[in-house]
Structure formats: C-alpha cells, structure tokens
C-alpha cells in the first residue's frame, strides 16, 4: 500500500507563470482534497473531489486556482498567472469513505512547496 | 460550521517530562475530533482521533487525548516526551458522519522537546 504521493515536491516559479501540480492518492480512495499551509498556519481546504466529481469548489482562493482528477484517480491542481502570495505548501489528502466507514481521517502526501519570485 | 483554537502556538519543554497540548473546538453538530503531527518538510500523519464512545482515546507514539463534551475540547497528552517528539501538532475537526468534508484545522502548535 503506497502512500499519497505529490509532483513536484518543490517548484520556483515566477511571478506571471502558471504552475501545476499533481498527486496520486492511495488506490482504493475515493475522496480527495487540496489543502494550503501558509507558514505557521494549519491547513486550509480548498477543493475535494470524490471519484472525478468535484463537490466543493468555493474556498478556492480565486478563479486562478482550478483543480481536475479526470478519471477519479490522480487530480491536478492549477495555479494560473501566479502571484507572490500564492506561495505556500499544497497538501493532498485521500480518504476512502464507504457505507459503514466515514470517519474522515485523511492521508496526507509530503505536500509540494511552491515559491513565487 | 466548525473551529478550533489550538491554544498554545509554541510549548518548549525538557525531554522525558510530561506535555500537554491545548485544544478547544466549537461546533453546533455532532464532530470527530484528530490530532496530526507534522514533521519538518513532511506532509500530517494521523496521531489518534475521537469518533464516539470512552472519551479517552490512545494513539501511535504513547499520545493520548481526551475529549470533553462539556469544556468542547480535545487535550493532547504525554507523560515523557521524547527528543523525537518535536515536532508541528495540529487539532483538527469535522462534521460527523461525512467522511471527512472540509476537516478543519487550528493553527498548530510546535513542540520543542529540549534535551
């Protein structure tokens, strides 16, 4: 059983680019979500998708953030014309919610570490 | 909708005694309540969470919490703290029953275990 895995683990980008990052959550998960860690700040939820449907999209921080997992599987999170601001970790989250077993605990990747010039 | 105020953002303390890890959450529904630990340049790793039932619950690493329905709050204990133990704790809370809908999170507090 592999773990959740995010590409790339660090990004450096300037300011103006588009950026985008991919994870792989564990296998026999159906739900997944993007996380933000700001610097001496817990997580913030951004987006979750379950299987490919994204059922919650509104704390994304702007409409240069778009997020797909296409066929329910990997997902890829979009950060256009970045700005200074938008650096931060991005955390990915799995978590398998069946009929009898809900309990919500998340499996974290290692996050990836973008920073914007 | 849920919050959760970590009380402490730093908790400096020497190896092998006991530490405590503050948390208070509001919510007017039912909750599950997690710590997760973060260890540098890692991603969270579930330490133990409450769903239902005795409100002492056990996790990895000799944590223990205990929830209280009256005080709405989730304390992080160990009696003897290890140098490996430091690390970034965060309390988190979410809805019970939804499988983990928009877990929300306090702002962490950084254990620094001092030899």
């Known amino acids: 059983d592999t773990g959740v895995s995010q590409d790339p683990r660090h990004k450096i980008t300037k300011r103006g680019q588009n950026v985008t990052f991919r994870c792989d959550p564990i296998?026999?998960?159906?739900?997944l979500y993007w996380y933000r860690q700001t610097l001496g700040q817990g997580p913030e939820f951004l987006t979750y998708f379950q299987n490919e449907a994204q059922l919650e999209k509104s704390r994304l921080l702007s409409d240069r953030f778009s997020a797909e997992r296409p066929k329910g599987s990997f997902s890829t999170l979009e950060i256009q014309r970045t700005e200074q601001g938008d650096s931060a970790m991005y955390l990915c989250?799995?978590?398998?919610?069946?009929?009898?077993?809900?309990?919500?605990?998340?499996?974290f990747g290692e996050g990836s570490r973008l920073t914007v010039l | 909708a849920q919050s959760v105020t970590q009380l402490d953002s730093q908790v400096p303390v020497f190896e092998e005694a006991p530490v405590e890890l503050r948390c208070n959450y509001s919510?007017?529904?039912?909750?599950?309540l997690f710590w997760y630990v973060q260890y540098p340049n890692q991603g969270l790793q579930l330490l133990l969470k409450y769903l239902s039932g005795s409100t002492l619950v056990k996790g990895i690493n000799g944590f223990e919490a205990e929830f209280n329905k009256s005080q709405t709050s989730f304390h992080l204990r160990k009696p003897s703290v290890h140098i490996s133990d430091t690390a970034e704790y965060f309390c988190?809370?979410?809805?019970?029953?939804?499988?983990?809908?928009?877990?929300?999170f306090g702002a962490g507090t950084r254990l620094f275990v001092k030899a």
């Open positions: 296998s026999e998960h159906n739900r």
């Open positions: 919510s007017s529904v039912s909750v599950y």
């Open positions: 988190a809370v979410t809805e019970a029953n939804t499988g983990g809908f928009k877990t929300i």
């Open positions: 989250a799995s978590s398998r919610l069946l009929a009898g077993d809900a309990t919500g605990e998340l499996f």
